[in-house]
């Protein structure tokens, strides 16, 4: 086989692995387009408790950190900013709308080690799961930057019992 006879066979087998891609995507995306993350302000009068720089890695199905979601805002990673305010949890992603997780939206918050394409030490990842607007639970991964996951995992643990016990603990 010739040099040039090589180079053509890489270079379409590069075009096929692209193509595939980008079918493969258009497909998630046609599926998952009844999916809308709650693009909102923090209302009015609620206290900020913490700001975390993060780096925003997926909003995964429910209890499965592999299957990635094409929703609309939240479908690549990006740097973010998560404030946690003792109404719920404000994700501003780079060039994307804020997106609001009410506290009654919250399920659960925990650690987490795998998510889609990152695999960080144990329990470097933050996972907080809520609910979309239909009542389908899914997880959003977050990988903070300056504190530790588990700083933001208590930040929004704490607004979680304060919600379900209704008291400011």
Known sequence: ?????????????????????????????RRDSGLAAPVAEVPIGATTIGEYPTLYVATTRHDEPLERLAMKGLSFRSRADVTVTDAGVALDLTGQPRVFLAADRISEVRQATVAIDRVVERDGLVRLAWRLDDGTVVDSYLRPQDASARALTDAVSGILTSTQTGTDA
């Open 1 to 29: 086989m010739t040099r040039e006879l090589a180079l053509l066979v890489i270079v379409l087998f590069a075009i096929v692995l692209i193509v595939l891609g980008v079918w493969a995507w258009r497909r998630r995306a």
